[in-house]
């Protein structure tokens, strides 16, 4: 099966795949009062905030239960490395003394001594390499069980990750260390991921980027648990065979190929050799960010009105930026949304000249068509603003070239308002001085062009 497929336009049908990662088994922890207190602090105040900016969160369920430690571990958590070391040597000296001791004994002569010491030497010296070899292994639990009980993965302090790796003098490039942190990213990225059915909400990289940066992985190895992830999806593929289960799989795909590419950055372009392990052409991965960034963009204008501003005007441009979508398409989204805006007003307007209770028809018609001519006159104000430059990509005056009411069908419904708007004008006798300020520009092109 060519996993290329999982970028393939919707209605194409499926490819398939199965995975199981070695990063992917649950792993325990315990924590001393120091990481506890610490952690308390952290969730608090995170907590508090998080109420606000109501940040993507990640039940801590994700990364398994506790692990216990078996009773040479517990011996080895006890032991701080200085003493563990010291320890160590006084098993092997205590086993060669007592070899010895046990041999000239037993034996009546010196060889036989130094025959036991050899004999014991080597048990001491097995007993003393067990008790440092598990060291790494009993800090991979506890950072397993550090992550596992913190109440807001997100909180996590890198000092503290840090502090577990030095308490059992450990380096966090250790293999049982590192495999445990690469599990820990792996769990925690597979969490912050929307399901296949659901779309971004656009913090999924930030809320990445700080728990990789606290968890103090190496972006090497953080890549490798993004292309693990996509492994499973893929294979997920596979095993559900269905074309339903194929199309969400992809949607699933491009989505982790747009969040890992955003995480990170320009080193993404050697860091997620997808071309290599997928198949999947550069042009193919600047698609899934392309569609992507386009649906958060278009989530973001949802939630802007007639009543814009110049702070809506800059955080659309700076999440424009975070979500790396061109200007050309920013620009056109924008376009399309204030045009979307003022269609809906003029179908308004069209419905109540068309209504068969014409009692107050005229006032409501011109009441709508104010509505229009004060937004496009807002939009138009603004591009003279001193902090124009900072303001998103297509902010100007409104244009219905393209949109429902481009068209000769619609034309004769335009013509009807632009009678019913120059009607009321020269209702007194006179055009009113209002009236000409005001104009209305972007009908009067339009109604020109037809």
């Given at each position: 099966?060519n996993?290329t497929s999982l970028?393939?336009?919707?209605?194409?049908?499926?490819?398939?795949?199965?995975?199981?990662?070695?990063?992917?088994?649950?792993?325990?922890l315990?924590?001393?009062?120091k990481?506890?207190?610490?952690?308390?602090?952290?969730s608090?105040?995170?907590?508090?905030?998080?109420?606000q900016?109501?940040p993507?969160s990640?039940?801590p369920?994700v990364?398994?239960?506790?692990?216990e430690?078996s009773p040479i571990q517990?011996l080895?958590?006890?032991?701080s490395p200085?003493i563990r070391?010291?320890s160590?040597?006084l098993i092997?000296?205590?086993?060669?003394a007592?070899g010895?001791?046990l041999g000239?004994?037993?034996g009546?002569?010196?060889?036989a001594?130094?025959?036991?010491?050899?004999?014991?030497g080597?048990?001491?010296?097995?007993?003393?390499?067990?008790?440092n070899?598990?060291a790494?292994e009993?800090a991979a639990?506890?950072?397993?069980?550090y992550?596992?009980?913190?109440?807001?993965?997100?909180?996590l302090?890198?000092?503290?990750i840090?502090?577990?790796a030095?308490?059992?003098g450990?380096?966090?490039?250790n293999?049982?260390?590192n495999a445990?942190l690469?599990d820990i990213y792996?769990r925690?990225?597979s969490?912050?991921?929307?399901?296949?059915?659901?779309?971004?909400?656009?913090d999924e990289v930030d809320?990445?980027i700080k728990?990789k940066?606290?968890l103090?992985i190496d972006?090497p190895?953080?890549?490798d648990?993004?292309?693990e992830i996509?492994?499973?999806?893929f294979r997920?593929?596979l095993e559900m065979g269905d074309?339903d289960g194929?199309?969400?799989?992809?949607r699933?795909f491009?989505k982790l190929?747009y969040?890992?590419t955003l995480?990170?950055g320009?080193?993404?372009?050697f860091?997620l050799?997808w071309?290599?392990?997928f198949k999947v052409?550069?042009a193919?991965?600047?698609?899934?960010?392309?569609?992507n960034?386009?649906?958060l963009?278009a989530s973001?204008l949802?939630?802007?009105g007639r009543d814009?501003?110049?702070?809506?005007?800059?955080s659309l441009r700076e999440?424009?930026l975070?979500y790396?979508?061109?200007?050309e398409l920013?620009h056109?989204?924008?376009?399309?949304?204030?045009r979307?805006?003022v269609?809906?007003?003029i179908?308004?307007a069209?419905?109540?000249?068309k209504?068969r209770?014409?009692a107050t028809?005229?006032?409501r018609?011109?009441?709508?068509?104010d509505?229009?001519?004060?937004?496009?006159?807002?939009l138009?104000?603004l591009?003279n603003?001193?902090?124009a430059s900072?303001?998103?990509p297509?902010?100007?005056?409104?244009?219905?070239v393209?949109?429902?009411?481009d068209?000769?069908?619609?034309?004769d419904?335009?013509k009807?308002?632009?009678?019913?708007?120059?009607t009321?004008?020269?209702?007194?006798?006179?055009?009113?001085?209002?009236?000409k300020?005001?104009g209305?520009?972007?009908?009067?092109?339009?109604?020109?062009?037809?």
């Amino acid at each position: 099966m060519n996993p290329t497929s999982l970028l393939l336009p919707i209605n194409q049908p499926p490819p398939v795949t199965t995975f199981r990662s070695q990063f992917l088994n649950p792993t325990p922890l315990r924590l001393t009062p120091k990481f506890y207190l610490k952690r308390r602090i952290q969730s608090t105040v995170l907590s508090s905030s998080s109420v606000q900016d109501k940040p993507t969160s990640v039940n801590p369920d994700v990364f398994g239960g506790k692990k216990e430690l078996s009773p040479i571990q517990s011996l080895v958590d006890a032991m701080s490395p200085p003493i563990r070391i010291a320890s160590s040597a006084l098993i092997f000296a205590g086993a060669i003394a007592a070899g010895y001791g046990l041999g000239l004994r037993f034996g009546g002569s010196r060889n036989a001594g130094v025959g036991g010491a050899i004999a014991f030497g080597a048990a001491g010296a097995g007993a003393a390499y067990a008790l440092n070899s598990c060291a790494p292994e009993v800090a991979a639990i506890n950072l397993h069980n550090y992550v596992a009980d913190f109440e807001n993965p997100a909180a996590l302090n890198k000092e503290d990750i840090e502090a577990i790796a030095n308490k059992y003098g450990v380096s966090k490039q250790n293999e049982a260390f590192n495999a445990e942190l690469r599990d820990i990213y792996c769990r925690y990225v597979s969490a912050v991921l929307p399901a296949s059915t659901e779309e971004l909400r656009g913090d999924e990289v930030d809320t990445i980027i700080k728990f990789k940066n606290a968890l103090g992985i190496d972006d090497p190895d953080a890549a490798d648990m993004h292309m693990e992830i996509g492994r499973r999806i893929f294979r997920q593929r596979l095993e559900m065979g269905d074309r339903d289960g194929d199309m969400e799989q992809r949607r699933a795909f491009q989505k982790l190929i747009y969040v890992s590419t955003l995480v990170f950055g320009e080193a993404s372009a050697f860091l997620l050799p997808w071309k290599r392990v997928f198949k999947v052409t550069d042009a193919q991965v600047d698609v899934a960010v392309r569609d992507n960034a386009q649906r958060l963009y278009a989530s973001k204008l949802k939630s802007v009105g007639r009543d814009i501003d110049v702070n809506q005007l800059i955080s659309l441009r700076e999440a424009q930026l975070a979500y790396r979508l061109s200007d050309e398409l920013a620009h056109e989204m924008f376009k399309e949304h204030a045009r979307n805006l003022v269609e809906e007003i003029i179908s308004t307007a069209v419905g109540i000249l068309k209504s068969r209770t014409r009692a107050t028809e005229p006032t409501r018609v011109i009441e709508e068509l104010d509505k229009v001519l004060s937004y496009n006159n807002l939009l138009i104000s603004l591009t003279n603003h001193a902090d124009a430059s900072r303001f998103a990509p297509g902010t100007g005056p409104v244009s219905l070239v393209g949109g429902e009411y481009d068209g000769d069908r619609k034309m004769d419904d335009l013509k009807l308002l632009y009678r019913a708007y120059v009607t009321d004008s020269l209702s007194s006798g006179r055009m009113e001085e209002d009236k000409k300020q005001k104009g209305m520009p972007w009908y009067t092109v339009q109604a020109g062009s037809k």
